[in-house]
């Protein structure tokens, strides 16, 4: 069975500072994705990430992606408050879309002025 | 253009009643998924369209669930004889098609079972 684990579950931090969000999965799979989701809202897609290496940058936000490490990184640059939401990573194992993605729990971030 | 639409955006029922949820994705979009968020359980995938077939329902936390496709456009997710532990949110997604494609989320259907 998947298993996608993501630390910390719960992060607050300073506006300025930087953060890094870790994604770690136990199958192989080249195919990782990041979304945000708002307090009451649906899931905005930040990051596809489709290979190893690949890497992927946004704003003050930066994705990678080791799939040897079965590890995926999600970085924050000088934090501001717009940030503050849940970030999750999820995994597609076999491709095809037939499991659908495997989510971890989700990163809950509080960026304080 | 337009995303993924959902209705209803709300939901209550009592324990024992059936509920329909539908969803319309983006258009030109040949999969589309269903999954469930909750607080016990996080996210949850049930079950996966490629037109209008699913080719695997095992995701489905029960047989009191179905979900069928038609025209490979909306959707409808069935639930019978609802229980207290099917209280949710249900989001559907769609992609241009299966595999390494972006899925688009819809804003979920929020399904509270009294």
């Known amino acids: 069975e998947l298993k996608v684990e993501q630390n910390p579950l719960f992060l607050s931090m300073q506006e300025g500072k930087n953060y890094t969000i870790y994604c770690n999965y136990s199958?192989?799979?080249?195919?990782l994705y990041w979304y945000r989701q708002d307090p009451g809202k649906s899931l905005e897609s930040l990051f596809v990430l489709l290979s190893n290496g690949a890497v992927k940058q946004e704003g003050r936000l930066m994705a990678s992606l080791d799939t040897k490490a079965r590890l995926s990184t999600l970085h924050i640059t000088a934090a501001v408050h717009d940030l503050s939401a849940t970030y999750f990573c999820a995994v597609d194992v076999r491709g095809g879309g037939a499991d659908g993605l495997t989510f971890g729990k989700g990163t809950h971030l509080i960026i304080q002025p | 253009g337009a995303g993924v639409s959902q209705s209803p955006s709300n939901k209550v029922t009592e324990k024992g009643k059936d509920v329909e949820l539908r969803c319309d994705p983006i258009s030109g979009h040949t999969a589309l998924y269903w999954y469930r968020q909750s607080l016990g359980q996080g996210l949850e995938f049930l079950i996966y369209?490629?037109?209008?077939?699913?080719?695997?329902k095992s995701g489905l936390p029960s047989d009191r669930f179905s979900a069928e496709r038609t025209g490979g456009s909306v959707s409808t997710l069935t639930i019978q004889r609802t229980q207290q532990e099917d209280s949710a949110v249900y989001l559907c997604?769609?992609?241009?098609?299966?595999?390494?494609?972006?899925?688009?989320f819809g804003p979920g259907t929020r399904l509270t079972v009294t």
């Open positions: 997604a769609s992609s241009l098609a299966g595999g390494a494609y972006e899925q688009y």
């Open positions: 199958t192989t799979s080249d195919r």
């Open positions: 369209f490629q037109g209008n077939s699913a080719p695997d």
